[in-house]
């Protein structure tokens, strides 16, 4: 069966069109050759851009429609504000409604997409989203999203403040200083036992919170600031986010994994490199998406609201979504008709060969059953 694709480019209810005219919401809708599916899956990330993702072709070639959709923050994650994405993603919702003859919409959440989409849907079954802090108010466009029928997590963290903060590095002294360190709570000191202690193990996350319960009183009180001197943000700058004990210690949350490994290969090497996720961000982006205290990126309370069916799909390999991370999810869903599936394979599912396609056919036959 082959595909057909096409370019999606929309209006966004929260900010205009790119001066060199690109639209802001953005996406490739596959579909088979010829035909008008009446049941789509719409993906979306945080800030990674899903319009060619991996499961686009497989599940279209299986006779469902697949829309990889980008809010105006793809590639631009310094800068997300979470009632401004779901205003975006409610426009592709629509579009599959109102223009591609889709009768049944299935919310995927990939990756860190998962908190994004259940808080989506969530959004759309009781509007909950508050301002964050020095914001007087969320945008309207985000208080009438059209709800989905279906929902899937596949490989999917339990929200953007939870995976941050337990990727981190809390042995940091200074925020300024990429290479201070406190040696007492050094993950990669030569000297360190490893299995790590369950003593160090909580300490170390506990050390974990409270570096980001800093930044956040720090963000606060720099928004105070620039404020009051006639400002609005600024960008900062964050060190040494690939930490997690569990891409160190095969021991702790076991899987299938290799270890040591995290989605940017060695950990301490990353750990000190400038790629990764939150590395960049505007003060109130950093409210928005990291803060364990006041961003509403935590997929737990939105799970809660979730009751269409749900599909929870893990990968026994995965370097960075953990067993407990997945059992999180599956707990906080209300969902009656609530099915887990386990594959075989890394977070993307491109070490074994075959695990997208079993990944499209475990989708597709599940999005079939409902239909």
Not at 18 to 33: D, M, T
Not at 147 to 176: F, K, Q
Not at 221 to 244: C, K, M, N, Q
Request: charged share 25%; hydrophobic share 35%.
């Amino acid at each position: 069966m082959t595909v057909e694709r096409e370019f999606v480019g929309l209006p966004s209810p929260v900010v205009g069109r790119a001066g060199a005219g690109g639209h802001p919401c953005q996406g490739v809708y596959y579909r088979p050759r010829g035909s008008k599916p009446d049941v789509a899956i719409i993906a979306t990330h945080y800030n990674i851009d899903f319009s060619e993702h991996y499961l686009a072709d497989l599940c279209a070639t299986r006779g469902v429609g697949f829309l990889g959709w980008n809010t105006r923050f793809r590639g631009a994650e310094p800068y997300f504000l979470l009632d401004h994405a779901v205003a975006d993603i409610a426009v592709g919702v629509r579009w599959l409604r109102e223009q591609a003859g889709v009768e049944r919409v299935v919310l995927l959440g990939n990756s860190g997409g998962g908190s994004l989409m259940a808080a989506y849907q969530s959004q759309s079954v009781q509007p909950n989203l508050e301002p964050e802090y020095g914001r007087a108010s969320i945008v309207h466009a985000a208080m009438e999203l059209p709800g989905a029928d279906l929902y899937i997590s596949l490989a999917a963290h339990p929200g953007r403040p939870e995976v941050l903060t337990n990727w981190m590095d809390p042995s940091v002294i200074s925020e300024d200083d990429p290479l201070s360190v406190d040696p007492t709570l050094d993950p990669f000191d030569q000297e360190r036992e490893i299995p790590f202690t369950k003593e160090f193990v909580d300490r170390y996350r506990q050390a974990q919170r409270r570096r980001n319960d800093r930044i956040t009183q720090w963000a606060r009180s720099e928004i105070d600031r620039l404020v009051a001197a006639g400002h609005h943000d600024r960008l900062f700058t964050t060190p040494r986010l690939w930490a997690d004990l569990r891409m160190i210690d095969g021991s702790i949350d076991p899987n299938n994994r290799e270890f040591p490994s995290c989605y940017l290969g060695e950990p301490q090497r990353a750990n000190y490199g400038i790629y990764g996720v939150g590395t960049v961000s505007s003060l109130r982006t950093w409210l928005s998406m990291w803060s364990l205290s006041d961003s509403q990126c935590n997929a737990a309370p939105h799970l809660a609201r979730i009751k269409i069916p749900a599909l929870v799909v893990e990968a026994d390999g995965d370097s960075g979504v953990f067993p407990s991370d997945t059992r999180a999810i599956v707990d906080a869903l209300s969902s009656a008709d609530l099915t887990t599936h386990t594959l075989e394979g890394d977070h993307y599912l491109r070490d074994r060969e075959g695990a997208r396609e079993d990944a499209a056919e475990l989708i597709t036959n599940w999005v079939k059953d409902r239909s």
